[in-house]
């Protein structure tokens, strides 16, 4: 999707890290279009997990000569971590009007604030991050500590944030505000979901393929029908999970497109080409430890499973096998050796195995080390064995 010309780098292949040019990824990037050309200060704000970090780094990816420093703020963050991070990305040089910092390897600086508003306000409302940030704005520098004026050159302010309203973040003052452009973006609605994650699905299956580790059917031209199946699903799940999950139940109950890609890029660790798995099972086992994992009773277990195998019975017809039947471990592989080489030939592949075979590769291994090492005395029943394989995934 990217454009070519002056300053502006050409399209790269698709693969799971692209951009996929949605109609409100391409509303938000032409938006900020005018404000990267002329290096104007600007915050895009949204909920946790919508996107804002990946349409920065994409728009600014596209321009060449420019680098991106990124200061992740907390709630101690001062101006004095903004002061370190130019001095560390930016050189002094003398000119007529005093000194001033200039970006050391390449043309433009971006300076990207994240969670801009994690640092909390003074008795008197007042941030000094925030402070100094305007300051950099207005008058384009500050003093150092010897009271001279350093000035900034072809540095640009970028900031992210999420609502006021979060918990935990503080409303940024009226006086910044009023001088930096201000962009709100929220989650993709859900036929871009499905729209996105059919694509990166098909990039994850070619990749794959290519491997050898996924039944060639999938990746044909004839289905993508399957395909985009596929995504439906994964995005069913997703929105029927938010909507009977929320934060009001339990604080980390919070799920975000973030986890969709999470879940579609855990594929590539399966290998599902001629050993009796079924691609869905894979997908259905990704969504057990994606989402089931966090959830804390068993009667929000047991909900999750009822609209997880809906989704799957609807779309495909097909019931996804019972969490604690079987597990996708590498512990059936033995131990691995410390000189294997390195790359694609040493990764090691997520299998099934059922709980007797679990339980004799533990045994095993747990044999091995008590007679080299200590003896333990574990032992090793059902969800020990659950925990291990959970912990080797």
């Known amino acids: 999707m990217a454009a070519t010309g002056g ?5 790269e292949p698709l693969g799971l890290d692209s951009v996929i040019p949605t109609v409100a990824v391409q509303r938000t990037l032409a938006t900020m279009a005018n404000w990267v050309e002329n290096m104007e200060p600007f915050i895009l704000v949204g909920p946790e997990g919508c996107g804002k970090d990946m349409m920065i780094r994409h728009a600014f990816k596209q321009r060449r000569s420019t680098t991106i420093t990124v200061l992740n703020c907390n709630a101690q963050t001062t101006a004095a971590d903004v002061v370190s991070k130019i001095d560390q990305t930016c050189s002094l040089f003398s000119a007529p009007e005093g000194r001033v910092y ?5 043309e433009r600086l971006v300076l ?8 909390k306000p003074d008795r008197y409302d007042t941030c000094m991050l ?3 940030l305007q300051q950099l704005v207005t008058f384009g520098g500050f003093y150092d500590a010897h009271l001279e004026f350093l000035r900034i050159e072809r540095v640009q302010i970028v900031c992210s944030m999420n609502p006021a309203t979060t918990v935990g973040r503080w409303p940024l003052s009226t006086r910044f505000t009023a001088i930096a452009r201000i962009l709100v973006v929220d989650y993709p609605e859900p036929n871009e979901l499905e729209a996105v994650y059919e694509t990166l699905l098909g990039a994850a299956l070619a990749e794959l393929d290519t491997l050898g580790k996924v039944d060639s059917k999938w990746c044909r031209l004839s289905a993508a029908g399957d395909r985009q199946n596929l995504a439906q699903t994964m995005v069913e799940v997703y929105s029927t999970l938010r909507a009977t999950f929320t934060v009001d139940d339990q604080r980390h109950y919070l799920f975000t497109p973030r986890d969709l890609t999470a879940w579609t890029r855990a594929l590539l660790r399966y290998d599902t080409n001629g050993n009796g798995v079924d691609l869905l099972d894979v997908v259905a086992h990704e969504a057990q430890r994606l989402f089931r994992d966090k959830l804390v009773s068993d009667e929000h277990c047991s909900r999750f499973d009822s609209l997880l195998a809906s989704a799957f019975r609807s779309k495909w017809s097909h019931s996804p096998p019972p969490p604690d039947s079987s597990f996708f471990t590498t512990l059936g592989q033995g131990k691995q050796s410390p000189g294997a080489a390195e790359g694609a030939a040493s990764v090691r592949y997520l299998e099934r195995l059922g709980p007797d075979e679990v339980l004799k590769a533990c045994s095993q291994g747990l044999t091995f080390f008590e007679r080299e090492e200590k003896d333990l005395g ?3 029943f059902p969800q ?7 912990i080797d995934r």
């Open 7 to 11: 300053g502006v780098r050409d399209a």
């Open 112 to 119: 990207y604030l994240k969670d801009l508003n994690l640092p």
């Open 378 to 380: 574990l032992l090793l």
């Open 384 to 390: 020990v064995l659950e925990h291990l394989t959970r």
């Open 130 to 132: 925030i402070a100094f």
């Open 102 to 106: 200039r970006p050391r390897d390449c």
